[in-house]
């Protein structure tokens, strides 16, 4: 088993909608977590950062880290086509700096 | 502007030779992280460096190496004992601390002649 699961997709919506992105993993030692955003042939964009359970709001974007359940999510309001995109996600442990990442969910906005 | 810059963007590798990828960065960041990206997989840590002149195998270390003389640069030698080496390779950086995020450079392509 994945240590930093996500479903593959691709996410199909209309643009406009609400894109919602889930995350689970299993090892309790993570207490970071971040959401990146990948183009094709371009490295992850840091797009939001958290720390413990909770909600966090940029923009658009709101996260929500729920430890208990070992559950993560990335809402994008109001999706463009531009945010087309990989989205993956990586938490972090408080020992050390290595990122585990998922495999990324891809999602389409169409116009 | 700071930021990551890895070259070249694409690079092709004969069978039996070792090529090494570039990455720079001016963001003073102390600690760099080089990546390997599959399709359809996640990023997989090679290797990693927290300070200069020291680096640590990573989770797929096998068949790569690195140097860290400079606090700008680490770059990534694959050498001919990695078997697979055709991939998306993505090098980092962050400051020192706990739970630092990682900033990346656009990646590298590599490809198998």
């Known amino acids: 088993q994945k240590e930093v699961e996500q479903d593959p997709g691709p996410l199909s919506v209309p643009e406009g909608a609400i894109v919602s992105l889930n995350c689970t993993y299993s090892?309790?030692?993570?207490?970071?977590f971040m959401w990146y955003r990948q183009y094709s042939r371009k490295g992850p964009e840091l797009l939001m950062y958290t720390y413990s359970s909770g909600n966090k709001e940029d923009g658009r974007f709101t996260a929500q880290v729920d430890k208990s359940s070992k559950y993560i999510s990335l809402f994008i309001r109001d999706s463009q086509p531009s945010d087309s995109a990989t989205y993956l996600c990586?938490?972090?442990?408080?020992?050390?700096?290595?990122?585990?990442f998922g495999g990324g969910t891809r999602v389409l906005v169409k116009p | 502007d700071g930021g990551i810059t890895q070259s070249p963007k694409y690079l092709f590798r004969k069978e039996g030779q070792n090529v090494t990828l570039s990455c720079e960065q001016n963001?003073?960041?102390?600690?760099m992280y080089w990546y390997r990206q599959d399709p359809g997989q996640g990023l997989r840590l090679i290797y990693y460096s927290q300070i200069v002149n020291d680096f640590q195998k990573g989770d797929i270390a096998e068949g790569y190496s690195v140097s860290r003389e400079k606090k700008e640069s680490f770059p990534l030698t694959v050498t001919s004992a990695q078997k697979n080496p055709t991939a998306f390779y993505l090098c980092?950086?962050?400051?020192?601390?706990?739970?630092?995020?990682?900033?990346f450079g656009d990646g590298t392509r590599l490809s198998i002649l």
């Open positions: 990586a938490p972090l442990k408080a020992a050390g700096n290595k990122l585990t």
């Open positions: 090892n309790s030692a993570f207490q970071y």
């Open positions: 980092a950086s962050s400051t020192q601390g706990q739970g630092q995020p990682q900033h």
């Open positions: 963001l003073n960041h102390d600690a």
